[in-house]
């Protein structure tokens, strides 16, 4: 058995608040196993680089997104047993010490049920800048800022010194109700050895599964000795931001061959998908995608 996540509307001019709480339930009712939010705050006109560092230009859904810590909130309140988390923020987006006290500000909220943080570098130059962020760090900058928030989690007086973060001694409140599962974004190399030294899970996006479980040993292989292995929550798109199509049914089977690997779960995203263009259109998606969690539940 695998658990079923799926990521909540959050981009494009569809998005509504009565859409959000209406899929967030209903998805709780249906026996999903987690929702998701992603992290990204402007859309660049002008655009440095590639997108993900594989398109010239970011899919226009990105022209509207909703702020995820705000939404996770909202969901909280509008929820009760369902997990919540991130997949993925930007740490470049964020400070460890405001983003650590809004995370458990949500996990109080969800009495708990915030349950996996998902973090990685980004590839933004404009939104690295707009937040006073040097994108050339963004790697170093991670390597402390993971630190920096298991820090402002922990036993107060809490207290961080590095080349990127200063904290002198303080309280820091509220704490989460328990630890925090972190979840690595990452994939390359120096990602990896990041993933292994740092986190607890890991999301490899849509890459084949053999190709998945090789590069997880190549994580697990660096894990310190005594440390439990790292996991895979695997994330698969019914369209993709290149626009390749999978079928509900192909989506499935995916997530069958995630549940036969012995991964954790997955995450299956469709705000992308080209025929959603209103609220009624996203929930007859979301009622389409049973088969899903009858792959992973059997």
């Given at each position: 058995m695998a658990t079923?996540?799926?990521c909540l509307p959050q981009l494009g001019p569809a998005v509504d608040a009565g859409l959000?709480?209406?899929?967030?339930?209903?998805?709780?009712?249906?026996?999903?196993?987690?929702?998701?939010?992603?992290d990204h705050?402007?859309?660049?006109?002008?655009?440095?680089?590639?997108?993900?560092?594989?398109?010239?230009?970011?899919?226009e859904r990105y022209q509207s997104v909703w702020a995820p810590t705000e939404l996770l909130g909202a969901v909280a309140a509008w929820t009760s047993t369902i997990r919540l988390g991130t997949s993925v923020l930007v740490g470049g987006n964020h400070y460890p010490v405001q983003l650590a006290q809004r995370l458990a500000t949500v996990d109080r909220l969800a009495g708990g049920r915030l349950d996996a943080i998902g973090l990685s570098v980004g590839w933004s130059v404009e939104e690295h800048r707009a937040m006073g962020v040097d994108p050339r760090t963004r790697g170093k900058r991670m390597d402390e800022f993971v630190p920096a928030l298991r820090a402002c989690w922990g036993p107060d007086p809490v207290e961080h010194h590095g080349p990127f973060f200063d904290l002198d001694p303080c309280l820091m409140q509220p704490k989460p109700l328990s630890p925090?599962?972190?979840?690595?974004?990452?994939?390359?190399?120096a990602g990896l050895a990041r993933t292994a030294a740092q986190f607890d899970l890991w999301n490899p996006g849509s890459l084949p599964i053999p190709t998945v479980q090789q590069m997880l040993g190549t994580i697990n292989a660096?894990?310190?000795?005594?440390?439990?292995?790292?996991?895979?929550?695997?994330?698969?798109?019914?369209?993709?931001?290149?626009?390749?199509?999978?079928?509900?049914?192909?989506?499935?089977?995916r997530t069958a061959e995630v549940r036969d690997a012995g991964m954790e779960g997955v995450i299956?995203?469709?705000n992308f998908c080209s025929e959603i263009d209103?609220?009624?259109?996203?929930?007859?998606?979301l009622a389409s995608l049973k088969p899903v969690l009858d792959a992973a539940h059997s």
């Open positions: 079923v996540g799926l959000v709480r209406e899929f967030a339930q209903t998805a709780e009712g249906m026996g999903f196993d987690h929702l998701w939010v992603q705050f402007l859309y660049a006109l002008t655009q440095a680089g590639e997108y993900g560092g594989s398109a010239t230009a970011q899919p925090f599962r972190l979840m690595s974004g990452m994939w390359s190399e660096q894990r310190a000795a005594g440390r439990a292995p790292v996991e895979v929550i695997y994330r698969v798109a019914l369209e993709s931001t290149a626009g390749k199509r999978m079928t509900v049914d192909e989506v499935a089977a299956v995203e469709t209103s609220p009624a259109a996203w929930l007859a998606m």
